[in-house]
């Protein structure tokens, strides 16, 4: 079965203080690995597309890699307005029209 | 205009009323989804309509029933809902279904069953 798992759940850091999280998947093959932000009450804002190991995004503080069997998202120097839930999907081969498979996220709080 | 628009924003409704959800995209897409978001829960995929065509249901009960009248507009009409439909229903649009393409996604209705 298809399954992504994202750790810690939750995440405190001070401003400045640099840390992981990771998005572990089980796909039978794996199309994309999408990235997203997530702000209370708010829809979930796309950050990076991942398609094969080895590949890495960087966009401002934050930055995605993959591997074949997890992917990570660097969060370097943070600073509050990083504070959300960040959300990790997969989108499997091999199926036509499978959607994206969701993990329960990860709820990241910077504290100045 | 934002790429995807939701509304209304929240809904409060009893068990036994009919409302609907709005969803518009001005992305040019031409597949929309509709998500639900529970607390403490994964986003759970409800429908998917490509080319105005559904191509997914995920088991989801008849008291939810979708409509795609075009690409750009997609609404998700409700009647006797239960208390724990309570939740926050989010719409997305991609290039297409089949693409591995990203999602972008409305702000979402909080949907409220009293």
């Known amino acids: 079965e298809d399954q992504v798992t994202q750790s810690p759940e939750a995440l405190r850091l001070q401003e400045g203080e640099s840390s992981s999280l990771n998005c572990s998947y089980t796909?039978?093959?794996?199309?994309?690995l999408f990235w997203y932000r997530q702000d209370p009450g708010k829809g979930p804002e796309f950050l990076f597309t991942l398609y094969s190991a080895g590949e890495e995004k960087e966009k401002e503080r934050l930055k995605a890699t993959l591997t074949k069997k997890e992917s990570f998202l660097h969060i370097t120097a943070p600073k509050p307005e990083d504070s959300a839930t960040y959300l990790c999907a997969v989108q499997a081969a091999g199926q036509a029209g499978t959607a994206l498979i969701f993990g329960k996220g990860t709820t990241l709080s910077v504290s100045s | 205009e934002t790429g995807v628009t939701q509304t209304p924003r929240h809904l409060v409704m009893g068990m036994t009323n009919k409302k609907s959800l709005k969803c518009e995209q001005h992305?040019?897409?031409?597949?929309m989804y509709w998500y639900k978001q529970s607390a403490k829960k994964p986003l759970e995929l409800m429908f998917v309509y490509n080319f105005k065509e559904q191509t997914e249901n995920n088991s989801v009960p008849s008291r939810f029933s979708p409509e795609c009248p075009n690409s750009s507009h997609l609404f998700l009409h409700l009647h006797t809902l239960q208390p724990e439909d309570s939740a926050l229903y989010l719409c997305a649009s991609s290039q297409e279904w089949l693409s591995n393409t990203e999602a972008f996604f409305g702000q979402g209705t909080r949907l409220t069953v009293v």
């Open positions: 992305l040019g897409h031409n597949a």
């Open positions: 796909v039978s093959g794996l199309r994309g």
